[in-house]
């Protein structure tokens, strides 16, 4: 659905999006995920036809982006950072105004549809302008949806929302995805990403890092085992580090942290390792690294040095 | 097409919710109707010019009131003098909504979607474009009829309402007022490039009027005699300046452009 070649964007000396080359594909959701000024926003806008690139192709929905950009709005539909709806026009006329552009054939029942499936049919003669953020947002995903798109460009639909409001939205992308619709899901909500999307991409101008959440963690971590001891000493370590299946061993306060390969076949092992040591051992559990842990590792900590 | 039509009536439906700008739509020709007519009603009144003469005119002026008797020929002077007050309409109107349209668009951060929407830039900014132009033409041709109307009701005779009817009203009216409606409304895309408040774009496109006012005090100091030869003149001259007008305002009017160089 969307297939990206060494896509590039340079405004002047500033290149704000260099080498950029990925596929996402029909029934996917996809997450994009990097700081402020990473590029994001201006490759989503490349994507969907607002800028052209500098250099590379791209093609989205079958349309190719700089030739075919009128053909491949009407394939794509885009959920802008900012809501950015028509205050004064209630909620039924801005999306009646979006799906006379669109040229959606059925106008009158696309806006009711999307109206009632994202709870705003009672509310659809007020003025936006007297709407929350949640509703606001929502009448937003609505609009990009009119058209009925293959293609569908999220950037942070769940910033402004209420828990229920973005559990609601958070089904709906999964609704869109099973309808097998290409989401495209700019987010810095990393748990939000690591539960809704299937592969995700870390991007700071360029691409960092692409893959499924999981094998992102395994990539940049490993697995690791943590051995919660009554008493620690420094024996069990040497005991645990002399095993062929340990890659490394960690010390924190009582608790020893163990990276391994392979933790179902070693843990037997180690377990009986301890407690021929004389170990006791409370608690034995897998150390569950975060989405955010790989974000931060790959991009950095918010003062740019890289997390450990 | 039907684009053009959705945006139009998008347009006005947000557009004349705005007090502000309905008060400029409603007050400009309300006003520039009324004080001609009672500019007509006092000078046509018991004692309003008394016995005047054409020899009292300005020569050159004398010359455009054949036909009229001399008070005919006075009050025909001075309504003259509204005509380009008249023009302020086409000038004025789309200013105010072109600037509220656009650069609330800016403001309210509605553009973006709109922009990634099927519609091409042209259409977007003929849309937007007649928005602003169509009703500025309408209250400036109705305002016209008013006012014709209005000053044969008054009891104006029928040569001096036929001579408002003549070329120079009709082209001014009728060519001259749209073509400014057109440069207004380009001026207007222009600096809504470069401002975020609608309020300001509306007062710095407001200084398009700054040469009609200087024709219009011309005129009234007798250095500038309004004649069918310099309204001509002025549609000429409007006619290349509009076109060029045009031409940068579609650059400007760009995707690219409006989401990466407005400010």
Redesign the interface.
Known sequence: MIVTEGLGKR?GELQAVEDLSLRVHAGEVFGFLGPNGAGKTTTV?ML?A???PTSGKAWVAGCEVGRQD??L??K?G?L?E????????SAE?NLE??A????VADVAGQVERYLRLLGLWDRRHEPVGGFSKGMRQKL?IA?AMLHEPQVVFLDEPTSALDPEAARLVREFVAELKHEGRAIFLCTHNLDEADRLCDRVAVFRTRLLALDTPAALRRQLFGRSVVFHLRTMEASFAERVRALPAVQSVQIVDRKLVVGLEDPESANPQLIRALVEAGADIQFVGELRRTLEDVYLKLVGTPDGIPAT | M??IG??IR?EW??VF??RLVLGTVGFLPLMLTAMPLVLLRVMGGEGGLGEVGTSDMPASFARLCEGLSGAECAQYFFVTEFLLLYMLMPLMIPVTIAAYSIVGEKS?????????????TIELLAGKGLAAVLPAIGATWLSFAVFAIGARLLGVGPRLVAKLADPMWLLAIFIVGPLLAIASVSVAVMISSRVNEPRVAEQLAGLVVLPLLALFFGQVSGLILLNLRLVLWMAVGLLALDSGLLAFAVQLFQ??SI??RWK
């Open positions: 405004f806008r969907s607002l800028i052209g009128g053909e709005r009407r794509v885009i802008t900012s809501p950015g709806l028509y205050d004064r026009l006329r105004f979006f006379r552009l669109y040229e937003a609009r | 039907r684009k959705v945006i998008k439906s947000e919710k705005n309210t951060r509605t553009l973006e979607p709109l922009l990634a929407t099927p519609v091409t995707r690219e989401l990466t």
